[in-house]
């Protein structure tokens, strides 16, 4: 399965501010995809980003305040804008394993603090 | 995707199988159940994944009923490391589905 490595692993930002997170994967992959865990909570599904394409984003999340990077088959970025306290969660940078079965192998994940 | 429900969480008895249930009554014809597990600061980790019929690897065993209403990850000896949140998932299994958690079930594993 593929390899993920996420940085920062961790941070904590002030208000106002941006941040961008990095996913790098050890084999080309097609599909890569952004979730966010906000404390206690469950996984969700921020955008899908696909190389050559824009990111697609699910219902409540935008373009300008996560905006999303993918260079190339290996590697995407995702950015956290104008940061407030509500954005402090852990982000999951996750890809599609080829082949069968279909599944998804995950990073473990950013956690941000926003103060 | 089909929705999910599972008990928010469950106790077990370390060297003890720990049988987790999923509902799943909507479930699509083409649609697998899949869990996965999150053990605390990781991101979650593939398990096992199945159609109709029983699953069985080197982690888990899956029993999902003949009407495929729902299913059962079981742990059969559970062990500390072992504690984590369950995910209980339907999806197709092309290119792109997407995974959409749901509040999945906290393991405790006791020693």
């Known amino acids: 399965s593929a390899v993920i490595s996420q940085k920062p692993s961790r941070d904590i930002c002030q208000r106002g501010t941006s941040l961008t997170i990095q996913c790098q994967v050890d084999s080309q992959v097609t599909m890569m995809f952004w979730y966010r865990q906000q404390p206690g909570q469950s996984l969700t599904l921020i955008a899908t980003?696909?190389?050559?394409?824009?990111?697609?984003?699910e219902s409540g999340f935008v373009i300008d305040k996560f905006p999303i990077s993918r260079p190339n088959l290996t590697f995407s970025t995702l950015t956290v804008s104008n940061m407030s306290p509500e954005d402090s969660s852990i982000y999951l940078c996750?890809?599609?394993?080829?082949?069968?079965?279909?599944?998804?192998?995950f990073g473990s994940g950013t956690r941000l603090t926003v103060v | 995707d089909a929705k999910t429900t599972q008990p928010p969480s469950m106790d077990c008895a370390e060297g003890r199988a720990a049988n987790l249930p999923c509902n799943h009554s909507?479930?699509?014809?083409?649609?697998?159940v899949y869990w996965y597990r999150q053990i605390h600061s990781q991101g979650p980790q593939y398990i096992i994944h199945?159609?109709?019929n029983n699953e069985t690897n080197e982690m888990a065993s899956l029993i999902i009923t003949e009407d495929r209403k729902s299913s059962t990850l079981i742990l059969p000896h559970a062990t500390l490391r072992d504690t984590a949140v369950y995910y209980c998932i339907v999806r197709v299994e092309t290119s792109g589905s997407r995974l959409t958690f749901g509040e999945g079930t906290q393991l405790t594993v006791n020693p």
């Open positions: 909507t479930i699509s014809g083409n649609e697998y």
């Open positions: 980003a696909n190389q050559g394409s824009e990111a697609t984003y």
């Open positions: 996750s890809v599609e394993k080829t082949g069968v079965p279909f599944g998804y192998t």
């Open positions: 199945g159609l109709k």
